[in-house]
C-alpha cells in the first residue's frame, strides 16, 4: 500500500491498513480487501508452485515469508518513507511492466530475477513483525508441498494415502512433518482446507449452500452441513448472515 488507507479481512478476523504498509498472506488463507478511493499500490498474488522453482525457492530459505500472515508499517515517521518502501515500489512497478498485460506460460529469467528482489526485500522489511515465521528442513519443505498439494485436490476427497505416496513418502512421516510445522494431522489440513473454502464462499460470494457444498465435492448438501456446524458451531446460513460482505437471500 503506497498512500491512502484499507481494510483487510482474514479468516475470520479485520484489520485496518495504514499508509506504506506491507502485508503478506500465506496459501489457504481465506482473506479480502477493501480499500479507499485514494488509495494505491501494488497486489501481488502468487501460485503456491511456483514458490518451489529453483530461482525464487531459495528466498525463502533466508526470509520469514509465507507462513503465517504478517503486517510492516514501513513510513520513517514525521511524514517521511522508509527507504524500503520506495525499493519495493519501483521493483513493483518494474515487475509489471516486465510481465506486461498478461502473465502466462513459463516464468522468465527476468520475471524470476524480478520476482526474487520483490520477495527479498520484502522478507527483509517483514524480518521482526509479528506473525513472520522461520522456516528450514526437511520437515518443512514437505509440510509445505502437501499443503501445496491439498490446495490443488482438496475438493476430490483424497485420502492421506494418496497424499504421501504422492509425494514419494510415508503416511508417518509425513504425519510427522504437519505436526511439527502444521500443528496438526494431514487430516486435519484437509479438512480445514475444506472448511476455509467453504466460509470463503460463504462470506465473499452469493452461491447458494447446495452449490457450495457440490463445488467442494460433498454429494450430499445434508453432510456439507452437518460437517460446517460441527467445525464451527452454527450453521453455514447462520454463518453467512453474520459475515457476508454482501446482502444475500440464501
Not at 161 to 181: E, S, W
Request: net charge neutral; with cysteine; charged share 20%.
Amino acid at each position: 500500500m503506497e498512500r491512502g488507507a484499507g481494510e483487510l479481512a482474514y479468516d475470520g478476523r479485520r484489520c485496518d491498513l495504514a499508509p506504506v504498509s506491507l502485508v503478506i498472506l500465506p496459501s489457504g488463507c481465506i482473506h479480502a480487501f477493501r480499500f479507499d478511493d485514494d488509495a494505491e499500490g501494488w497486489v501481488l498474488s502468487l501460485a503456491h508452485d511456483l514458490l518451489h522453482d529453483p530461482r525464487i525457492a531459495w528466498v525463502f530459505d533466508a526470509a520469514p515469508l509465507g507462513s503465517a500472515v504478517s503486517m510492516q508499517c514501513l513510513g520513517a515517521g514525521e511524514g517521511g518513507v522508509d527507504r524500503r518502501a520506495s525499493r519495493l515500489s519501483a521493483l513493483f512497478a518494474d515487475l509489471a511492466q516486465e510481465s506486461g498485460d498478461a502473465w502466462s506460460g513459463p516464468l522468465s529469467a527476468c520475471l524470476a530475477a524480478h520476482l526474487g528482489l520483490v520477495l527479498a526485500l520484502a522478507g527483509a522489511a517483514m524480518a521482526g513483525s509479528e506473525g513472520a515465521a522461520q522456516a528450514n528442513g526437511r520437515s518443512e519443505a514437505l509440510a509445505l508441498r502437501f499443503r501445496g498439494l491439498v490446495d490443488r485436490t482438496f475438493r476430490q476427497g483424497w485420502s492421506v494415502d494418496r497424499y504421501a505416496d504422492q509425494l514419494g513418502t510415508t503416511v508417518p512421516t509425513l504425519t510427522r512433518a504437519c505436526r511439527t510445522v502444521l500443528l496438526k494431522a494431514p487430516g486435519e489440513v484437509v479438512r480445514d482446507r475444506l472448511l476455509l473454502e467453504a466460509m470463503r464462499s460463504l462470506t465473499y460470494t452469493s452461491a447458494g449452500i447446495g452449490q457450495i457444498a457440490e463445488h467442494l465435492g460433498f454429494a450430499d448438501p445434508a453432510y456439507f452441513s452437518r460437517f460446517f456446524k460441527q467445525r464451527v458451531g452454527m450453521t453455514a446460513s447462520a454463518f453467512r448472515r453474520d459475515n457476508a460482505w454482501f446482502q444475500t437471500s440464501a
